[in-house]
């Protein structure tokens, strides 16, 4: 009896010492091959046993933390020197975590939709690009996509080298942006990238902060108001029928009939586009990591409410800046491009969604945005030219953020004088002076009448001249105001001028704040 209980008390202690020894964990984004933000704070979390005390150490420094009465601790790292692998440990009383690749660099948040998602090996020389890649100093992890609580996780949050072996998949506009940044600023390039296909900007932020804005309160509302409606039983009813569909679907493809419709999935709670889903169930699982700044590739899903997104991105945008600890956080875009069957009507929905995307850079600090108007594809939503898209938010990085004296943008509209039958243009960004390629187009003018009809223009200094035949008193202009329009102006770099309107009249998308289910 008394060996008996002697094992008994035994197994219990050791039992006890291997489940407090679990207590410890880093955030599952920190692991073997993380970047770190160098010359920085940085945030480190986790969590251990309630009221334990937490010692990070990496770079000859320790920094204290002691967790709170559910388990959670963090620190803040400082002053971080670039370069690697580096050693960090990671102790509290019984338990020690080492992570011994550990690097310090630039890190930037790669988010959006299909058009950020489009996969490298995809893009335009993909395949030869991850042929050549070598370099172990660009660094990234993939945000498990997750469509609701309680969904499995499809992949992992393990840190990869962007080398031949692991970067076929990887976001091809980020992954050109990175190399860009490492070639010149020479120092470990890490991407958190974590963005949905199909994706609105909505279903990136929080229940709360859509709330509290009277513009975006409608978007949570009409929501929740039909999901109530309908009832969880009827919602599941619907996935099931839904999800038979599909595989339908998927056999009719896979035995090659090419009209076979996709079913479109029901919304409500597992469908990954409700609002504020993929904040909880992706964006959140990285917060507060540290970020020099983030890319953007997004738009498509929102331009039905165009005018709505004037208001719905800058809020994404602070919001993110909140939760990253980082109110100056860079926030780099790609406005959208050209394409022809963007809405179902023809109406020019895209122009007014790139006019929003174009009053965010001008009114939000430390935004940017790199114009892709000539980068479109007429019939094809997920254009393969990514490189250049890549180019171009580097370059915006390198001035606006990292002091390099070089060109970022194309021209971009100023002021606007009407002088008798003619409109006077007057930009910004000139890089010494505006150039086309042959007989500029793009243009529409028109008087009172509001009745927009094709204009000639042409290059005179800096300025553009724009008329038109039967337009005797003109009162306003538009460039580029088509979903695919053929647009030829740009600066002496080469870098193409954003779309614009020198009017005010009302827009088609006014007042759409919600979408029907």
Request: hydrophobic content about 35%.
């Amino acid at each position: 009896m008394k060996k008996t209980t002697l094992i008994s008390s035994c197994f219990v202690w050791l039992l006890f010492i291997g489940l407090n020894a679990q207590n410890l964990k880093l955030a599952e984004i920190f692991n073997e091959g993380a970047v770190l933000q160098r010359n920085s704070k940085v945030n480190v979390w986790g969590t251990s046993s309630a009221a334990a005390n937490v010692t990070v150490s990496i770079q000859g420094k320790q920094y204290q933390s002691k967790s709170d009465k559910s388990g959670t601790w963090s620190v803040e790292l400082s002053a971080l020197k670039e370069g690697g692998p580096y050693a960090m440990n990671v102790i509290s009383a019984k338990d020690t975590i080492k992570l011994n690749e550990i690097y310090v660099g630039e890190v930037w948040l790669a988010g959006g939709q299909s058009n950020m998602a489009f996969m490298l090996v995809n893009s335009d020389n993909g395949k030869d690009e991850i042929a050549r890649a070598v370099n172990k100093n660009i660094r990234f992890v993939m945000v498990p996509y997750k469509a609701y609580e309680g969904d499995k996780n499809r992949g992992d949050m393990n840190w990869r080298t962007a080398t031949t072996e692991n970067v076929e998949k990887i976001s091809a506009v980020a992954y050109y942006f990175a190399k860009n940044l490492q070639a010149k600023l020479n120092v470990p390039v890490g991407l958190i990238c974590c963005y949905k296909g199909g994706s609105g900007a909505e279903t990136w932020m929080t229940r709360e902060s859509l709330l509290k804005n009277p513009e975006l309160a409608p978007i949570v509302e009409n929501y929740e108001n039909y999901f109530s409606k309908l009832g969880k039983t009827k919602y599941l009813e619907l996935v099931s029928d839904y999800e038979k569909d599909l595989k339908s679907y998927q056999d009719s493809v896979k035995a090659g009939n090419k009209n076979a419709k996709n079913p479109k999935e029901p919304m409500g709670e597992q469908n990954y586009n409700r609002p504020y889903g993929l904040y909880s169930t992706m964006l959140q699982r990285v917060i507060p990591y540290s970020v020099k700044g983030a890319l953007w590739y997004q738009g498509e899903h929102n331009s039905p409410r165009a005018e709505q997104y004037r208001t719905l991105f800058p809020a994404m945008i602070q919001e993110w800046r909140s939760y990253f600890k980082n109110p100056d956080m860079p926030f780099l875009f790609v406005q959208l491009p050209g394409y022809a069957n963007a809405d179902s009507r023809n109406r020019p929905t895209w122009p007014e969604l790139r006019e929003a995307q174009l009053l965010t850079w001008q009114k939000l600090k430390n935004t940017g945005m790199a114009v892709a108007i000539d980068l479109g594809n007429k019939t094809n939503i997920h254009p393969t030219h990514k490189e250049p898209v890549g180019n171009r938010l580097a370059a915006i990085a390198f001035n606006t953020v990292y002091g390099f004296d070089i060109p970022y943008s194309g021209p971009v509209y100023k002021k606007v004088d009407f002088k008798a039958n003619q409109a006077i243009l007057s930009f910004d960004f000139l890089y010494g002076g505006l150039k086309a390629e042959g007989e500029l187009k793009g243009f529409s003018i028109c008087g009172t009448d509001k009745n927009f009809v094709p204009a000639k223009a042409e290059i005179k200094n800096t300025q553009v001249i724009v008329y038109a035949e039967g337009v005797t008193s003109p009162v306003a202009v538009r460039y580029g105001w088509e979903n695919w329009p053929e647009t030829n102006l740009t600066n002496s770099t080469g870098l193409p001028a954003s779309p614009f309107r020198t009017d005010d009249f009302p827009m088609i998308t006014a007042g759409i704040r919600t979408t029907k289910y």
